[in-house]
């Protein structure tokens, strides 16, 4: 299936086949092909009609998107304002005549596309992992047999056999169910495995337009079974699915841009008006002055463009780009593509998921509460190992027993690590066990199984009936409703007295309040040999006590939210859970306090029908989103996106891809995340862990920060030679420097510099200051101060040194020569104190930056080697310098050193009083 056939896979509905022979009545109200055969639930399709709805659907898959040939990405970077503004140049020179700046540029353009494309392609190959979710085989019934058949060859009205570790491999309606489970995460969000169960007449069908999370009598593409074995009728293939439907969203054109891409190309137009209007200034001021005929000012306007625009910006903001992406590859992040590296640096919001990301998604036992109102902490996530804490831990011992043996979960030490299996909530109590100081084996040796009594959702419970010969007795885990029915006696520190119903429905009603999943646990003691049936008959139940399960947050989690609080940045968990698990989890991670409202897919449904007005009262003061759909979570990135934020959308389900898409940044989950997720993303994260976010985020600044740094060094340099233009056909003076020496200027003597800048590592602090106004251009206050104080000052002095050198009677090509020298030497010293806009250069590591130190020495190198090269020297008009000329002007070069020294201490000592002021007024 093409791209182009979402839309009309959107509008088709699914068809509904009749099941003929179904248990129950199955599913169904006949076919939506006028005239086409009915299905038998038994024998299932016939081949000759499998074959003849595959040729009419197409195959059961999703589209696959064609990745960009190293041909492509290797012409993407010239789609760049920057490039354009170049290659104007470069021609421009051409036609003048001027082959040895178009040289420079062309070879420029080249050399920056080159870095781009290796780039980009080491992230895209970083990021290939699998290129389609439903692929697989699955076990159908065809001409009344078995048959395992690829999941592109699933058809509409097919039976499937659904059993444990399967992938379901389309929608389906179930006719039967045993004890099925499914882990649908990757389209809700929701860490709890569903009970799933067949509908039991046309009646008792759950609506199509109910939640996922409420169809219990259908399976969903994609999703995983993870216990029991089921039988259903595929009702909906490719991107008729509920999978295909996101898929489809996903496909659509993104609508936001990288921050960084909406910054550059407003800057490029503010330096393309700024060229602009200089030429024409200059070559009226020109006219006026007179004494310059029509080449002179040709030449001047084409000199004044090459010093104005910023060469060396693309191959500096390429590899400013490059490094933030290795440095960012460090700390678990992996770009996959290079303007994103900065998109995560310039958010003000992150929308997190929860499970997986902000949790460990593991379900854990947190906390054991006994009749006698004793309370046992058990310390450690998921499998990793821990205690358990509380005093009089005996009292705890047959409850720990309990879930042991009413259990079909299994863990087991591998050697490095545990590796356990089967139900999420037994292997926790088997978790619980270990931390408690049990040997598994042991216990079931001791206590051998005698009948096993499985989980049923109708039931509500599990149990096992263990023990020797005469000795057997019954253990039960389940829902506190269920249990405190059956129990006539509870175990009150090892004496047993009659049953407290509201004590226990108390402390049951207050940790389902703090967000725990709640169980129950019982025993009988005393169950005969002969005793027959399933267990369904609960009764003198010895009630042992509650555990709350919970899958608990990621340690690092806490300090990274802080983290970003500090920053500015803003963040909300949006997630498919209950209500309660997402108040709690965020009360624990302090996105909220305890009374804090939860915003539900409900509310938000609601809410829409009341108009944008209504959404936005509702969302933007919310922290703590639940029970929320793929299209709701990207209707609450369109909201806080139109209130002015840059939002970063973090997730690994497919519910997850199309907020990801719509946002200004994307991020999936590495370990954990869907190829549709991975596909929508900007950025991956490989270890799952929301402080890796963050730490991208630091990066991200980072990264920016030094884009600001080469940028008001090259804008400063470029406004100097301006102000050199301008102060000398005002004074009537020619030419100060010609075309192919600014382009050598811009891009080799300044160039290494430029790009050594973006090397600069962290000052300190970057999440310490609020985010950037998304608003806010590249050239603002703080850069226009120092283009004018820096350029001002690096145009005056040459200007000086140029007029006087010609006012001495030296040749202008030796008035040229001296004048590009000073410039070089302005060059590194401009470098050394771009390092930072406010920190003087001496409180600095004077290696902190080894690239840096390295191409300040080494851009003066190769301008004293050309003056003596014989062929270079002749193109760029270069002499050698006589020592004591070269010391006067490394004195002239000081001196803007140092008053850059000092205008960088003037803004410490406005910051300081601005600080003072802000904080006397909140004092008062």
């Given at each position: 299936m093409a791209l182009d056939s979402a839309s009309d896979a959107r509008e088709r509905p699914p068809r509904e086949i009749e099941a003929e022979s179904a248990p129950t009545g199955g599913p169904g109200d006949g076919d939506a092909r006028n005239g086409g055969p009915t299905v038998d639930a038994a024998a299932g399709l016939t081949s000759e009609a499998a074959a003849a709805r595959l040729a009419e659907d197409g195959p059961n898959k999703l589209p696959e998107r064609r990745p960009a040939s190293v041909a492509e990405i290797f012409a993407r970077q010239f789609l760049s304002p920057f490039i354009y503004i170049l290659l104007v140049a470069a021609i421009a020179s051409l036609l003048v005549g001027q082959t040895p700046s178009a040289i420079f540029i062309f070879a420029v353009l080249l050399l920056n596309a080159a870095i781009g494309a290796v780039q980009e392609v080491a992230a895209q190959r970083s990021a290939e992992a699998l290129k389609d979710m439903v692929r697989g085989v699955a076990h159908v019934v065809r001409d009344g047999a078995p048959k395992a058949v690829d999941f592109e060859e699933i058809v509409v009205g097919d039976v499937v056999l659904l059993s444990s570790g399967d992938r379901a491999p389309a929608d389906i309606d179930l006719l039967s169910a045993d004890n099925l489970s499914v882990d649908e995460s990757m389209l809700t969000g929701e860490s709890v495995e569903v009970r799933k169960a067949a509908a039991l007449d046309a009646a008792s069908k759950i609506a199509d337009d109910a939640p996922i999370t409420d169809r219990a009598d259908r399976c969903f593409a994609g999703s995983i079974i993870t216990k029991g074995r089921g039988r259903g009728i595929v009702r909906a293939t490719a991107l008729d699915t509920e999978l295909g439907r996101i898929a489809s969203r996903v496909s659509r054109r993104r609508?936001?841009?990288?921050?960084?891409?909406?910054?550059?190309?407003?800057?490029?137009?503010?330096?393309?008006?700024?060229?602009?209007?200089?030429?024409?200034?200059?070559?009226?001021?020109?006219?006026?002055?007179?004494?310059?005929?029509?080449?002179?000012?040709?030449?001047?306007?084409?000199?004044?463009?090459?010093?104005?625009?910023?060469?060396?910006?693309?191959?500096?903001?390429?590899?400013?780009?490059?490094?933030?992406?290795?440095?960012?590859?460090?700390?678990?992040?992996?770009?996959?593509?290079?303007?994103?590296?900065?998109?995560?640096?310039?958010?003000?919001?992150?929308?997190?998921?929860?499970?997986?990301?902000?949790?460990?998604?593991?379900?854990?036992?947190?906390?054991?509460?006994?009749?006698?109102?004793?309370?046992?902490?058990?310390?450690?996530?998921?499998?990793?190992?821990?205690?358990?804490?509380?005093?009089?831990?005996?009292?705890?011992?047959?409850?720990?027993?309990?879930?042991?043996?009413?259990?079909?979960?299994?863990?087991?030490?591998?050697?490095?690590?545990?590796?356990?299996?089967?139900?999420?909530?037994?292997?926790?109590?088997?978790?619980?066990?270990?931390?408690?100081?049990?040997?598994?084996?042991?216990?079931?040796?001791?206590?051998?199984?005698?009948?096993?009594?499985?989980?049923?959702?109708?039931?509500?419970?599990?149990?096992?009936?263990?023990?020797?010969?005469?000795?057997?007795?019954?253990?039960?885990?389940?829902?506190?409703?269920?249990?405190?029915?059956?129990?006539?006696?509870?175990?009150?520190?090892?004496?047993?007295?009659?049953?407290?119903?509201?004590?226990?429905?108390?402390?049951?009603?207050?940790?389902?309040?703090?967000?725990?999943?709640?169980?129950?646990?019982?025993?009988?003691?005393?169950?005969?040999?002969?005793?027959?049936?399933?267990?369904?008959?609960?009764?003198?139940?010895?009630?042992?006590?509650?555990?709350?399960?919970?899958?608990?947050?990621?340690?690092?989690?806490?300090?990274?939210?802080?983290?970003?609080?500090?920053?500015?940045?803003?963040?909300?968990?949006?997630?498919?859970?209950?209500?309660?698990?997402?108040?709690?989890?965020?009360?624990?991670?302090?996105?909220?306090?305890?009374?804090?409202?939860?915003?539900?897919?409900?509310?938000?449904?609601?809410?829409?029908?009341?108009?944008?007005?209504?959404?936005?009262?509702?969302?933007?003061?919310?922290?703590?989103?639940?029970?929320?759909?793929?299209?709701?979570?990207?209707?609450?990135?369109?909201?806080?996106?139109?209130?002015?934020?840059?939002?970063?959308?973090?997730?690994?389900?497919?519910?997850?891809?199309?907020?990801?898409?719509?946002?200004?940044?994307?991020?999936?989950?590495g370990k954990s995340g869907t190829e549709v997720a991975k596909d929508a993303a900007d950025l991956i994260i490989t270890d799952d862990n929301f402080a890796s976010i963050v730490a991208g985020v630091e990066q991200g600044r980072i990264v920016y920060n030094n884009i600001r740094k080469v940028i008001a060094l090259l804008t400063a340099t470029g406004f100097s030679a301006i102000l050199l233009f301008f102060l000398s056909v005002a004074a009537g003076l020619p030419m100060p420097l010609t075309a192919v020496q600014l382009l050598w200027l811009n891009l080799v003597a300044n160039g290494l510099q430029d790009v050594a800048l973006a090397f600069e590592p962290k000052e300190g602090g970057e999440l310490s200051r609020p985010p950037r106004d998304p608003a806010e251009p590249i050239f603002e206050r703080h850069i226009i101060e120092h283009v004018l104080v820096a350029g001002t000052i690096m145009g005056a002095l040459a200007f000086t040194v140029f007029s006087s050198i010609l006012a001495a009677g030296a040749s202008e090509e030796a008035a040229r020569n001296t004048t590009l020298m000073l410039m070089v030497l302005f060059g590194n010293a401009h470098a050394l104190q771009s390092r930072s806009e406010t920190k003087s250069l001496f409180s600095m590591a004077p290696f902190g930056n080894r690239f840096l130190a390295l191409a300040v020495p080494g851009a003066l190198l190769i301008h004293l080697a050309a003056m003596r090269a014989p062929v270079l020297s002749d193109v760029l008009q270069l002499s050698p310098i006589p020592l004591p000329t070269f010391l006067s002007l490394v004195g002239v070069a000081l001196c803007f050193f140092f008053a850059e020294e000092v205008h960088k201490f003037a803004i410490r000592r406005w910051s300081a009083r601005g600080a003072a002021r802000h904080d006397a007024q909140m004092s008062t």
């Open positions: 609508v936001s841009e990288p921050p960084l891409m909406i910054r550059i190309r407003r800057f490029t137009y503010q330096v393309a008006g700024a060229i602009m209007a200089a030429i024409v200034l200059l070559v009226a001021l020109m006219a006026a002055r007179g004494g310059y005929g029509p080449v002179e000012m040709s030449m001047m306007a084409i000199g004044l463009a090459v010093s104005t625009i910023p060469e060396g910006l693309p191959a500096a903001l390429t590899v400013a780009l490059a490094i933030g992406m290795r440095r960012m590859a460090a700390n678990n992040v992996i770009i996959r593509k290079l303007v994103a590296v900065e998109a995560l640096g310039s958010c003000t919001f992150i929308c997190s998921d929860k499970t997986g990301t902000l949790t460990v998604n593991e379900l854990t036992i947190d906390k054991i509460l006994l009749p006698s109102g004793r309370e046992y902490r058990a310390e450690g996530a998921g499998v990793a190992p821990g205690a358990v804490t509380g005093e009089a831990r005996e009292h705890l011992r047959e409850l720990c027993v309990t879930g042991v043996l009413a259990n079909e979960g299994h863990l087991d030490y591998a050697g490095v690590d545990w590796r356990a299996d089967g139900d999420i909530v037994d292997v926790a109590f088997l978790v619980f066990a270990k931390k408690y100081g049990f040997s598994l084996a042991d216990v079931r040796r001791e206590r051998r199984r005698r009948r096993l009594i499985p989980y049923e959702s109708e039931r509500a419970f599990s149990g096992s009936v263990n023990g020797e010969d005469g000795a057997a007795a019954l253990y039960v885990k389940g829902s506190p409703e269920k249990i405190l029915a059956g129990a006539t006696h509870m175990d009150l520190d090892g004496e047993l007295r009659p049953v407290d119903a509201a004590m226990i429905e108390g402390q049951f009603r207050d940790l389902a309040a703090q967000g725990y999943r709640v169980i129950a646990l019982a025993k009988r003691g005393d169950v005969p040999d002969t005793e027959d049936g399933d267990g369904d008959d609960l009764r003198d139940l010895t009630f042992l006590g509650l555990a709350a399960i919970i899958d608990p947050v990621r340690p690092e989690a806490r300090e990274a939210i802080e983290r970003c609080k500090r920053g500015g940045i803003g963040v909300a968990m949006v997630t498919g859970d209950h209500p309660l698990t997402a108040r709690a989890i965020g009360v624990d991670l302090g996105l909220c306090p305890a009374d804090a409202e939860v915003v539900t897919g409900d509310m938000i449904r609601t809410a829409e029908t009341e108009g944008a007005g209504a959404l936005e009262v509702l969302i933007l003061p919310s922290r703590i989103f639940a029970r929320i759909e793929p299209v709701q979570k990207e209707l609450i990135v369109e909201t806080f996106m139109k209130d002015g934020h840059f939002v970063a959308v973090t997730g690994d389900g497919v519910n997850d891809a199309p907020a990801m898409r719509r946002a200004n940044a994307g991020v999936a989950m």
